[in-house]
């Protein structure tokens, strides 16, 4: 008896001749790649092409000014890492930064949050009323912020004034060393907060309600509900957060620029403001695209930690 | 029938005549900060339109106009007339090869002619000839008259009255100077350029920014001290941390209400100052920043400064708009009109007899210390950029007791002694 067989087509030109795999190929390998080309293209445009020649910027004298730009190899780097007290300290800052933002709003964020989600009628407003200062450009906040904590017209000065004391609470918050990077970052995190609370808001309200109702009958009071229920319920919505706000800390500038440009006398100089300094003041682009490169790699450890969690089975 | 006939005759007409018109014109264009400078400066620059019709001016306002100019210079467009915060810029955009080298305009034009001699020096970059100085400027020591008559005080003319009048201020308790750096932090190095003049003398500077002394040479040491001295002492603004947090308007006010006695500030502060003054209904007055000696020194400065783009398809016509910009005509009724700092050029005394006599009196002081050797040097227009920078940043160090006046001598002395072998540091007029 003779069995019909088909072989499965090997070569190019077999393969192009067999009206199946052509018909598979248009459908799983050509027709998506035309509809992601366009974006792709983009992309490669203008996010890959910057970032490959910022990388090797990063490794020119180039002064920000013209084409001239000599390979160096790595010696911006070396400088940056063995010479550079500044990059060292701002580096340090940025620490400090992280670790503010990694605490303060979100602690502050989850119990509004779960104090929120309590509430039947008006919580609209609760919630707009919050969100607002996050809504607010950089520029208008730091406005605000800076003639609140002047020391002669802020609201430190009115308390002195209605406390009858001097210098007590009217000091410079900004202009004092000690002082100067905490307060913007208590400045930033008004503006910031309320986004998180958003979030964790919407992630709580996403929990189903059986979940509380079974809990409620295993005799759990409210602080178990929120540690057995609603935390592991939000758990990748937070831990996504966190990811996103510690590679945030690498990029902070705005504030900071706009409130002490990172003084006084470094005080509150990050990363991202020394990288500014240095591509535009000082003429010194390669230097500078050597510490965006670097805060690159910051970047891409934080992501690399969240994927090798995610990989061994964490639920962010 | 004959109506059509006449219509087509004349769109004939009107298409012959039209592209010969647009031929002849042509556009030089220019970007300005947009603002209340650009808002006098525009129409009087726009009168060049009248001069020759076949050469337009066109402003573009921009928000950020150095950091938009940079830019688009860089990427072969720009505008015709490019202009920078200083000469080191015009240093590293000529060396880049995107302005032109003027020295044939200036030749045709005669731009030697209304220049004063060293003015045009500054722009030299390798020997020729990149930009032209748009602003003169120079410190002085602002005062309020009424303030300083019902306590009886005269202006000091030397550090050693400065200090005896300071304790007198601060007895009466007014600030000694109405300071701040928050509104403009490269502010500080107005007070580190005043006091190396002030104290060390101009001729140490300039054996300094030369390569000849360091800048860890004694007196120039002793200058930030005495500098860090006045600033710990509260004469800044009331106090250090007062100093960084104090902005623009503080330093306006407090001066012209009489809370503070005096300011060190430019001449281009004239205009905020007469407003303020105006407002508050007091008198201002001024007189130079005392020195060591009593030598009435005078450090020169340039505000901005103007090239022509390498891209630029009429240089030509670019050159004849800076020709009639920088005339003393034209700067003259800038001054007169707007307040504006005039370029370096022979400003007529009929000019300045228009003016209020104490605006006169700056500028024929400057001249005159210019042509007598008492002039000094502003550290934005003869300091290399890493070194500018540093003198700004690092000075906060100082005055927060991070470092000693020695060891930011010694850190400045490091990257100036690079920058200076690098061929980086703008000219500097010779003495």
Same mark, same amino acid.
């Given at each position: ?316 | 029938?004959?109506?059509? /006939? ?379 950029? /890493? ?45």
């Amino acid at each position: 008896m003779a069995v019909l067989t088909q072989q499965k087509p090997t070569t190019v030109f077999e393969k192009l001749n067999d009206e199946t795999w052509r018909r598979k190929f248009l459908r799983n390998v050509l027709i998506p790649w035309l509809f992601i080309a366009p974006l792709l293209i983009l992309h490669i445009y203008v996010v890959t092409v910057p970032a490959v020649q910022g990388i090797y910027m990063s490794m020119t004298d180039w002064k920000g000014v013209g084409q001239n730009a000599n390979f160096i190899g790595l010696e911006n780097y070396r400088e940056l890492f063995f010479e550079d007290e500044t990059f060292g300290k701002a580096f340090g800052n940025n620490m400090i930064w992280m670790i503010f933002f990694l605490t303060v709003p979100f602690v502050l964020a989850l119990f509004a949050a779960t104090m929120l989600s309590q509430i039947k009628r008006g919580g609209m407003l609760y919630r707009s009323i919050l969100f607002i200062p996050y809504v607010l450009a950089s520029v208008v906040t730091i406005t605000i912020w800076k003639n609140l904590l002047n020391p002669q017209r802020g609201i430190g000065a009115a308390l002195d004034n209605m406390l009858g004391l001097e210098n007590t609470f009217g000091i410079a918050y900004l202009g004092r060393p000690e002082s100067a990077l905490m307060s913007i970052a208590f400045i930033d995190n008004w503006h910031f907060w309320g986004f998180l609370m958003i979030l964790f808001l919407a992630a709580m309200q996403a929990i189903p309600p059986v979940l509380y109702d079974a809990a409620k009958i295993d005799g759990a009071n409210r602080w178990d509900e929120f540690r057995h229920v609603t935390l592991p319920g939000i758990r990748p919505v937070v831990l996504f957060m966190f990811m996103m706000v510690a590679i945030w800390s690498f990029l902070a500038f705005d504030y900071i620029f706009l409130s002490t440009q990172g003084g006084p006398g470094g005080a509150s100089e990050v990363i991202a403001t020394l990288l500014y300094k240095n591509a535009f003041f000082r003429f010194e682009a390669g230097y500078g695209a050597a510490m965006g490169v670097v805060i690159s790699i910051f970047a891409g450890f934080i992501i690399m930690i969240f994927v090798t969690l995610r990989r061994r089975g964490w639920d962010i | 029938m004959k109506g059509i /006939k006449i219509l087509f005759a004349i769109a004939i007409l009107v298409l012959a005549l039209a592209p010969v018109g647009a031929q002849d014109v042509t556009t030089v264009s220019m970007w300005f900060s947009e603002g209340s400078t650009l808002d006098c400066w525009g129409p009087l620059m726009l009168e060049f339109n009248d001069v020759d019709p076949s050469i337009q001016l066109e402003i573009v306002p921009q928000a950020d106009t150095w950091n938009v100019t940079r830019t688009a210079v860089a990427g072969g467009g720009g505008p015709d007339i490019v202009r920078t915060p200083g000469p080191s810029f015009v240093y590293e955009m000529a060396q880049a090869g995107l302005i032109l080298p003027m020295d044939t305009f200036a030749e045709s034009m005669g731009w030697g002619d209304f220049f004063f001699d060293w003015a045009l020096d500054l722009g030299l970059v390798d020997g020729q000839l990149y930009s032209l100085s748009d602003e003169l400027e120079t410190l002085v020591m602002y005062y309020n008259v009424e303030v300083f008559e019902e306590n009886g005080w005269t202006p000091p003319d030397t550090m050693e009255e400065l200090n005896a009048l300071a304790e007198e201020v601060e007895a009466a308790g007014l600030t000694v100077f109405s300071h701040g750096n928050a509104s403009w932090r490269p502010t500080n190095e107005h007070f580190v350029g005043e006091y190396w003049t002030q104290v060390a003398g101009p001729h140490k500077v300039y054996q300094a920014l030369s390569g000849q002394i360091p800048w860890t040479d004694e007196s120039l040491v002793e200058a930030i001290e005495l500098l860090d001295a006045h600033m710990q002492a509260g004469w800044y603004g009331g106090g250090v941390d007062l100093y960084f947090t104090n902005d623009g308007v503080y330093r306006r006010t407090s001066l012209a209400e009489g809370s503070a006695a005096m300011n060190i500030e430019g001449s281009w502060a004239i205009r905020g100052t007469v407003d303020y003054f105006g407002q508050s209904g007091m008198t201002w007055d001024w007189v130079p920043v005392p020195s060591h000696d009593g030598t009435d020194y005078y450090t020169i400065g340039m505000g901005n400064t103007s090239s022509i783009n390498a891209n630029s398809p009429h240089p030509e016509a670019a050159a004849q708009f800076l020709t009639w910009y920088f005339s003393p005509e034209t700067q003259g009724k800038m001054l007169t009109n707007c307040l504006k700092g005039p370029a370096p050029v022979a400003i007529g005394e009929d000019v300045l007899g228009a003016l209020d006599p104490r605006i006169a009196r700056i500028y024929a002081e400057l001249s005159d210390a210019s042509a007598n050797d008492r002039y000094g040097y502003t550290t934005w227009t003869f300091w290399p950029p /890493k070194s500018d920078v540093y003198i700004y940043e690092e000075i906060e160090r100082v005055w927060t007791g991070e470092i000693t006046a020695m060891e930011y001598s010694e850190g400045l002395q490091e990257l100036f002694a690079e920058e200076l072998a690098a061929g980086d540091i703008p000219p500097i007029p010779t003495r």
